[in-house]
């Protein structure tokens, strides 16, 4: 036996818990993300080969055959497991990629598995569960297309020059210095599998043009490889459709057009900006509060492990869906192997064709590599560990997305627990208390107008929090008198529209090894007699548990009511008091369906039926949705119901939670200029549930109890130092329980 071990043996700690921690750091790399050099070298081996044809993804052409996407496979969970239990070797690095063949006589996109990194040497064809082709029509837009894109509306708008010039007040698309017009798009791209025809909205290109519509939408057939035989299918001016743009400009110009005129553009109007405006009675002479470390940060990170407070995880930020964490433990002991991002999506109402048809699901904009530049003192504390992150993503070359993920301890403001013991008498027997600090990990997508700030938590008392914040522009379409009914009016001739977002999580939990099972408790009353008083009744609440045998059983519709308890355990552990262990996922969210089932998109959103479903952990279900699902929501490669749909046994397997957490958002006159945090986070807990024996946080050496003595003074004490540090307060701490009349 090793000298080490033997120690640990002789009463330091447990020699396993040494050795977890050990496998843990050890299997961590297998989850990072791919390195430049990683990326470079994948590229470089795909572009050798002579059959792929590939050309640079930069050319403006679609008729090329290029490298979409490069991101991490991570390794299937047996094989992972090998490393991260047993320390054994870890598995072959893969990467992932996305190669869309458009010069071939039928186009089409192929996903291969590349290996191993950093020096691959071969590469095999991925496929989806059921084996499902990909259409080359779901495939994401690219630069090359939106460059195409630009060329088509400067032909558009030159047509409808004079038009855009009378009714925006003087900006064009095209010849124009400070008075331009810009673009979004509006996804699905289509009414149908095969489409590829994007509604297109005119805006003015200011600061925060989101909300600057201009009352001009087209409908432009892009689906052909050659930009030159892309058209017009419609055109929306003032409430009006017309089949084209000629035939809009020639109606217009004999005066049979009812013309929109916007109001004049005030440059001064700072309607749209982050500029401030209004009174305030904030000093402005100096700084609000702010987060310090008097001694350093009390986390660990190395590479992608992070350490803290008894937790230990692995994370990446894979390009297509974001945050990750892997192999989550808590003393060692494993509580998750997965918890993960899969899919955000904001679908919307309104009265424009646009606002009509936007139905966006982030992983098809890339969402994980939407995750721009953190502020210090703003996205961040200052005194966070920022970390750079880099994406392959319709590039020829890594992207680095500087300071994009942090981490950081914070103090709540809020104690973990504390008790006042009075005495009734005006004084006290005790006081105890412990403050609350949680680690954060954090990152964001910003996918064009909205930005969404991902937070995993860590507790000292072993709750997880999972929690998105939404916020940045709404997705804002031009006014019309129906158009109140689904939204609210935000500016002269700006209309907020109503929409709901849905976040869907992965939790691949081990409580303690990979064989678990699922129960939901309810509470039913119960009616006896009083065994003290007979001539009476007891009323009461009793817990009543339902074992889920099955998939089906364990789907959770949002249509049907949800257990007040959805607990997971481990039917061969116990803890002191003989339960068996376990955590619960308690919902912080006002979630409903966004559309009828099996009604056209909600087929490619199908996880959205569920507010929870609990699944056979399978490595071909490992995501619930892709990049392909936002342009063919119809006929989607990845369908979540299939996952449920063959009603496995789930008693003591290897379980996966699906969470979809979300809200309604109705925009109101204080969403300008952005929507704003607070009242626009949700996510969940994982929360133990007679996993140990006593709360976990009594570890803590920041407890802090108080006494009096025997002369009622007060006796403080405490297991860290008594003056906190100069950047705080140089007093120490102080506590006088009595209460007294004056």
């Not at 009323?539 to 959805?566: C, L, N």
Request: with cysteine.
């Amino acid at each position: 036996m090793e000298l080490s071990c033997l120690l640990l043996l002789l009463g330091i700690a447990g020699c396993g818990g040494s050795r977890a921690r050990e496998w843990a750091h050890h299997g961590a790399p297998m989850f990072a993300d791919l390195t430049v050099r990683e990326m470079k070298a994948v590229r470089a081996y795909l572009h050798s080969i002579p059959e792929l044809g590939l050309t640079n993804a930069a050319s403006k052409t679609l008729k090329k055959n290029s490298i979409l996407l490069i991101e991490l496979q991570v390794p299937k969970k047996h094989e992972a497991l090998r490393a991260l239990d047993r320390g054994q070797a870890k598995p072959q690095r893969l990467a992932r990629v996305v190669i869309q063949f458009g010069n071939e006589e039928t186009p089409r996109i192929t996903e291969y598995l590349v290996g191993p990194l950093p020096n691959p040497t071969f590469h095999h064809i991925h496929r989806y569960k059921g084996d499902k082709t990909i259409k080359f029509d779901s495939r994401p837009i690219t630069s090359a297309e939106y460059h195409h894109i630009t060329v088509i509306l400067q032909k558009i708008t030159t047509t409808a020059h004079k038009l855009l010039l009378e009714s925006t007040g003087g900006f064009s698309f095209t010849n124009c210095t400070d008075r331009c017009l810009t673009f979004s798009d509006i996804a699905p791209r289509g009414l149908g599998p095969g489409e590829r025809r994007s509604w297109i909205m005119l805006q003015k290109f200011v600061e925060g043009y989101f909300i600057h519509p201009v009352g001009f939408e087209v409908l432009i057939n892009h689906q052909d490889l050659d930009p030159e035989k892309w058209y017009v299918e419609k055109v929306w001016y003032n409430s009006v459709y017309y089949n084209n743009v000629e035939e809009l400009v020639e109606k217009y110009e004999l005066g049979v057009v009812e013309k929109s005129i916007l109001p004049e553009h005030d440059d001064g109007d700072l309607f749209s900006t982050y500029i401030p405006r209004g009174h305030s009675n904030t000093p402005t002479n100096i700084h609000g509060p702010k987060l310090v470390e008097p001694a350093g940060p009390r986390y660990h990170i190395d590479g992608n492990f992070v350490e803290y407070a008894g937790w230990s995880f692995a994370y990446r930020v894979r390009s297509s869906a974001g945050l990750q964490v892997f192999d989550v433990r808590f003393n060692g002991e494993r509580i998750a192997y997965e918890i993960s991002l899969q899919e955000a999506i904001a679908f919307y109402a309104g009265d424009t064709p646009a606002a009509m048809q936007t139905k966006y699901i982030d992983a098809g904009w890339l969402m994980g590599a939407s995750s721009f530049e953190l502020a210090p003192g703003i996205d961040c504390p200052e005194i966070a560990t920022f970390v750079d992150l880099y994406h392959h993503y319709d590039t020829d070359k890594p992207i680095r997305f500087k300071n994009a993920l942090c981490i950081f301890e914070m103090n709540t403001a809020t104690p973990l627990r504390r008790h006042f013991n009075s005495d009734f008498s005006g004084g006290y027997n005790f006081f105890g208390g412990l403050e609350n600090t949680v680690l954060v990990l954090r990152t964001t997508s910003t996918v064009y107008n909205y930005d969404y700030i991902w937070d995993f938590l860590f507790y000292r008392n072993g709750v997880m929090e999972v929690k998105v914040s939404a916020t940045g522009y709404i997705h804002a379409t031009f006014f019309t008198p129906n158009g109140i009914q689904y939204g609210s009016k935000v500016y002269d001739y700006v209309l907020g529209n109503l929409h709901t977002h849905l976040i869907h999580y992965k939790v691949d939990l081990d409580i303690v090894g990979r064989d678990n099972s699922f129960q939901s408790m309810d509470l039913k009353y119960v009616n006896f007699t009083n065994p003290w008083s007979p001539e009476h009744f007891v009323v009461q609440s009793k817990m009543s548990w339902t074992e889920h045998k099955t998939e089906r059983s364990a789907a959770f519709r949002f249509d049907k009511k949800f257990p007040r308890y959805v607990h997971f355990y481990n039917p061969n552990e116990k803890n002191k008091w003989g339960h068996q262990r376990g955590y619960r996922i308690q919902l912080n969210s006002h979630a409903d369906s966004v559309l009828p089932r099996g009604w056209k998109e909600e087929n490619g959103i199908n996880w959205s039926r569920y507010r929870l479903a609990v699944t056979r952990h399978k490595d071909s279900e490992g995501s619930s949705s892709s990049i392909y699902t936002q342009n063919d929501p119809w006929e989607p490669v990845v369908s979540f119901e299939d996952y449920v749909r063959n009603n496995e046994d789930i008693v003591n397997k290897d379980l996966v939670a699906w969470v979809t957490v979300g809200f309604l958002h109705v925009p109101h006159s204080e969403d300008i200029p952005n929507t704003a945090t607070p009242g626009n986070a949700v996510g969940f807990f994982l929360r133990p549930f007679n996993f140990f024996d006593e709360d976990p946080s009594l570890a803590s050496k920041s407890t802090i109890i108080v006494r009096p003595d025997k002369d009622g003074n007060p006796e403080i004490q405490r297991w860290t130092p008594e003056v906190v540090g100069h950047c705080v307060t140089d007093k120490p701490f102080t506590y006088n329980g009595k209460y007294v009349g004056v």
